[in-house]
C-alpha cells in the first residue's frame, strides 16, 4: 500500500483542513473543529467553507482550491456529492492524508458504492492515506488531534483502539471517561476504503505510543494480509479483538436464514488462536481485558494468590481460579510462618490468605507484602467485602503500595456498589483494575498468563498457517472473486491447512 | 420444626431485645441497636447491658433475667462463653425468637462444635426459631427491622435474600444501594444451627412480601428437605441460587487436593435443574437476575426485538439472542408498514430495527410503541450509543413510558460510561433493568423465558425426582452419618435416580 508512506501525516499532521466546517453548533463540520481545538492541537487549523470569515476563532479558507500545498490531513464533512471533486482537487495538490467522515459510499450500495471505488483509486493513485468514508473520525492523542465528531475527549494512554462501528468507539471512549482509561490512537475506520485492519495493525506495532491494542471488527477485507500482519504483531504488544457476527448476523436475524455465521465464528476463532490474536466474546470482556494489560505487568506463571477479608468471596474467586488456566499458589513455609506473625488466630494462611472480617488496612499491607515476596505467587487478587469494619480507601492505598513496589500483577475486587466506590476510585486512578465480582478479574488474569506463553513459544508455528501460502491465497482469492467478504468455515480450514 | 411457629415472630416482631447492647460506636452490640433505630421500628427495643442506663437514647435492661416474659425476639451480641447461659434464661421465660450474631461455634470447631449443637437443642426443645450463629443478623423491611451490624440500610422491596456467607450481604447490600433495589427480607443464615435454607424457602413461598427468592449457598444441610421445598416454592416464584465450591473448595485449593467439588458441582446443578432453581453462575449474575425478576413481567414467548440506534451494537446484540434460547422475533407486515412512516429511509426496519445514528427520543418513542403491539414481539431490548445526537434522557422517558404501557418485558442497554449514566439512573429508578453491554441484558431475559416455560410444565415432573423418598433419604443420611457435609456425584446421583 502505498499509502503507507503517509501513514505518519495522518496521525502526526502539522496542517489540518476541515473541509465543510461549520460555524452552526451541533454540525458535524462544527464539532469536528471544536474537538481540533479542545484536544489543544498546536499545528495550523483551517476550516474551509465558502459562507463564512471565521469559525471558532479561526480564519477561514473558501475553497479547496485556495488551500496551501502539501496539506498533511483533510478532514472532510462535505456532502457525498461535493467529496470527489473536492479529493480530485486536493489530490492534484499533494494531499498526504484524509479522513472522510461523510456517510453515503459503499454502505447505501448502488452509486455510493462506485462512488466509493472511484475515492480508493484516487487515494491509492495519488499516495494518500485515507480513513474512512461513512466513519466517527479519528483521535491521536500524543499529537493531540482529535479529528472527529465525537462528544468527550479521552486521555492520554498506551491503548490503540480502531472499530469498524462508529457506534462502538463512542461508547468505548464514554467508558474510558469513567474509568479513566487513555489512549494512543482511536479510529474509526468505517468503510475501510484505504485503510483497514492490516494497515493499522502494521502501523500500530511500530508506534512506540502504543502498548496495547484493541480492535472491533465485522469482516476482515484481506484475510491473509490481516493474519500475517496479527501474528507479527502479537509477539511484540497483545492485541485483543472483538469479532461479531457481520452483517450478515443482522440479515440472518431478519430472515432466519441458517448456518454461514457459526462456521465464520469457529473459523475466526481457530485464525485468532493461531496468530495469537486474543478475542474477547463481549464488549465487557474487552473494556476489563484493555484495562488489564494496560496497566498490570504479565504475570511470569500460573500462580495466583487470593488475600480476601471474607470467606465467601474467597470460596468464589477460588473457584474461578479452579475453572480457569491458572494455579491456586501454594506459598513456602517462609511465607505461611511470616504470615503467622502477625495475622489473628482465626486467618486462613493458605490460599486463599483470609484475613477475617475485621482487617484493617494495615493487616492487608503486611499480608500482601508478604505474599507478593513469595516465589510461587505470580499475581495477587485482593477481594474487599464492605464489612462494617473494613478500611475501604485505606485498603485501596495498601494495594496501590504494594504494586507500586512489585513487579507482579495486581488485582483488586472490591464486592459492592456505593460504599465501596471511592476505593474502586482510588484504585482505578492508580492503574490497578479494580471489578465488583472475583470472576471477570480472573478471566483477565487468565488472558495475560495464556499472552504471556504465547510471547514465549517459538515463532515457528506462524510460518506453519502459510506453509504454503499460495495454496492459502488462492482461498481467498477465490472468496474475494465471488464477491463475499466473509471466509467461511471449510475455506478457513483450507487455510489453516495450506 | 418446631421452630416454624415462630418464624413470623422472627420476620415480624413487636417487642425486640439487643443482649450486649453498647454504648460504644463501632461494636456490634451498639451498631444493632443504630441500625433498629435507623430502620423505624415501631415496637419497642429494649437494649441489654449491666453497666449502662440507656442506649442511644432507649432505657437499658441490666439483665435477661428482667426481660418480660413472651419475648418476640432476641438479638444475640454477647461474647460466646455467655450465649448458652442466656439463652436458658431466655428460653425459661417464653423467647419465640432469636439471631445470635456472636461467632465461636461450630466454625471453629472443638469447643465451639458442641456448644452449637447444645444450643440448637435448647431451641428446638423450646420452640425458638433461631438464626445463626456466627451471622450478620437480619432485615426485614415491611416489618420496618434492621436486627443486622450491616452498613447501610436497604430499601423496601420484592426480593428476598439469604446467604451463608455474611460478606455477600454486606457486598449486595452495598450494591443494592447502587443500583436502587429494595429487600423484603435479608438474612444472614451463619452456621444454620436451626433456621437453615429450607425453612428459609419454606417461609419465603408464603412471605406476601416476597416476589423473587435469592440465595448463596456453600452447603446444603438437608438435601432432601431443600430440595423438596425449592420444588414447591418454584412453581410460584423463582428462586435464584449461586451454589459455590463450599468450603471443600477453600480446602482443595490449599492442599491442591482434588476430585469431590467438580462432581458435586455437576450434582448440584442437575439437583437445581430438576427443582427449577435458576443457578446463577457468577455474582454479578446473581445481581442482574435479580434485577430482571424483581422488576419485569415474564415474557410468554422466546420472540426479542431490538431497537438499536447504531449497527454494531445491534449486531452484538443479534450475536447474543442466537447464541441464547430466546428467538428474534419476526414482526409482521402491519409493523413493518408502520415503521415505515416515520423512520428515515436508511433505517432497517427488521429486526434489529436500526432506527439510525441521528434517533432521537420521539423516534425511539414511536418505534418501540409500535414494536411492542407486534404479537410476535414477547420482550424488548432498547439499545443506545452514545452518539453526538443521542437524547439520553429523554430516550430514557420514553422507554419508561412504553414500558409502562406494555405487560411485554423491557429492558435497555446504554453503552458506555459517565455519558450514559444520567438515564441509565432514571432507567434503574423507574424498575428497568439497563445494562451497559448487550450480553447480559439477553441473558437475563432468557433467563426469564426458561423460568416461564418451567412454570408452564406440568408438576409430575417434581416426584419423579424422589420416587423413592426412602432410599434419597438413606443416601443423605449415609452421608451425614459420616459426618460429611457435602454430597458427592455418585451419591447424587443415586438420590436421583431414587
Redesign the interface.
Known sequence: MSCEAHINALFHPQTVAVIGASEKP?K?GH?VVANMIEAGFPGRIIPVNPKADEILGLPVVGDVADLPEDLDLAVVTIPVAAVLPAMETLAAKKLKSAIVITAGFKE?GGEGYYLEKRLAELCRENDIALIGPNCLGMISTPSKINAS????QPGEGKIAFF??????C??????????NIGFSRFVSLGNKAVISESQMLAFLRQDQHTNVILG?I?NVENGTAFLAEAARVTREKPVIM?K????A??A?????HTGA?AGSDQAYTAAFKKTGIIRA????TLFNLAQAFATQPLPEGPGLVLVT????????A?????KSSLS?A?MSLTTVERLKEFLPP?A?L???V?II?DADAERYRKTLEAVLDDPQVHAALVLL?????AHIEETAQAVIDNARQTSKPVFACF???????PGRRMLLDAGIPCY?????AIKSIESMYAYSLWKKTPEAHYPAIFGNADAAREVFDAVRGRGDLEVVEFQAQEVLRA
Not at 440472518?252 to 432466519?256: F, H, P
Not at 466474546?281 to 465487557?284: A, C, K, R
Not at 477479608?309 to 468464589?316: D, F, Q
Open positions: 451541533g458535524i464539532t447505501v465528531f465525537a462528544a468527550g472499530s469498524q462501528s462508529g457506534a462502538l463512542v461508547a468505548i471512549l464514554d467508558w474510558a471517561l469513567k474509568e472491533y465485522e472483538i461479531s457476527g457481520t452483517t448476523a443482522g440472518k436475524a431478519a430472515s432466519s455465521i466474546g463481549d464488549v465487557e477479608n471474607s470467606g465467601g468471596p474467597g470460596i468464589l477460588a473457584d474461578a481460579c479452579e491456586m501454594r482465626y486462613s493458605y490460599n486463599p483470609d472480617g467485602s464492605p464489612t462494617s469494619s464486592m459492592g456498589g456505593v460504599r465501596v466506590e465488583a465480582f472475583p470472576e471477570p
